[in-house]
């Protein structure tokens, strides 16, 4: 007998590459339960997803510590045993590191970093026991490559999520579950819109933007295929390629002249 497809829990699922994700899973029959802040957005992503899906929305804004917490009650409150989490949440901070304040920075760690640490701590065991677990970190390119001024702790933070996505990947390899950081480039969504960088990306060249819809089965097929870190497009591919060849204080000057065509770092 088929055993069911574990349900998936998706952060951030309200747009961009979290909505992509869900979609993308909904399509290959998975159940999902979908988090974020915006309920309207999630409400209607279930919408659109119940004629092919089981899909439960859970509002929570991951920038509350006590928001994870909250999560693994409701899944269970509900009866829901998640078999996969894909940790999408996630925004960046725009300016130097001096320019916001330390609570926005502070908000910006629970996010991208304590909240992924905790929710993947909270759901871990039953994602073993579904016996075919799977866990996504959505970090970025930005975490392959040295950081860009005006990437303070987005670089880092996005560095962090694909080295603790390889030792767990280590870890649970045993238990029969399939852990990978999928790490985009430039991907067509909200992100740039929020930090005030539209104008700039956008005289970006075509090859550096990928498609969301894209981004999402390239992340779920390099999970289902066992691959620690998966890099959507081959421009990007080939980036990371060339910065594995190159020395430290050369990839550190391309940054330099690079950092003010996408970044304001003042």
């Given amino acids: 007998m088929t055993r069911p497809l574990p349900t998936i829990l998706v952060t951030g699922a309200s747009s961009g590459i979290g909505s992509a994700i869900a979609r993308e899973y909904a399509r290959r029959g998975h159940p999902l339960v979908l988090t974020a802040r915006r309920e309207e957005r999630l409400r209607a992503l279930a919408d659109e997803l119940a004629p092919r899906v089981r899909c439960d929305v859970l509002p929570e804004d991951l920038a509350d510590p006590a928001a994870p917490a909250r999560i693994e009650a409701a899944l269970a409150e509900r009866?829901?045993?998640?078999?996969?989490?894909v940790?999408?949440?996630g925004y960046g901070v725009p300016g130097s590191y001096l320019t916001p304040d330390w609570p926005t920075h502070a908000a910006f760690l629970q996010v991208m970093v304590t909240a992924v640490c905790e929710l993947t701590y909270r759901l871990l065991p039953a994602i073993r026991a579904s016996g075919q677990g799977r866990i996504l970190n959505v970090a970025s390119v930005a975490g392959l490559i040295?950081?860009?001024?005006?990437?303070?702790?987005?670089a880092g933070a996005k560095a962090f999520l694909v080295r603790f996505s390889e030792s767990?990947?280590?870890?649970?390899?045993?238990?029969?579950v399939r852990v990978s950081a999928l790490c985009?480039?430039?991907t067509y969504?909200?992100?740039?819109?929020?930090?005030?960088?539209?104008?700039r990306v956008a005289t970006l060249p075509r090859w550096m933007w990928l498609d969301a819809d894209a981004v999402a089965r390239a992340g779920i097929d390099g999970l289902e295929a066992g691959r620690a870190i998966v890099v959507p497009g081959a421009g990007y591919k080939l980036l990371r390629g060339v910065t594995k060849l190159l020395p430290d204080r050369a990839l550190h000057a391309l940054m330099a002249r690079g950092s003010s065509r996408i970044r304001d770092a003042r």
């Fill in 79 to 85: 009866g829901i045993a998640v078999g996969g989490l």
């Fill in 87 to 89: 940790n999408n949440a």
């Fill in 146 to 154: 040295p950081g860009a001024a005006g990437q303070t702790l987005y």
């Fill in 168 to 176: 767990l990947a280590l870890e649970n390899a045993a238990h029969g």
């Fill in 184 to 186: 985009p480039g430039f």
């Fill in 189 to 199: 969504s909200e992100f740039h819109d929020v930090t005030g960088t539209r104008a």
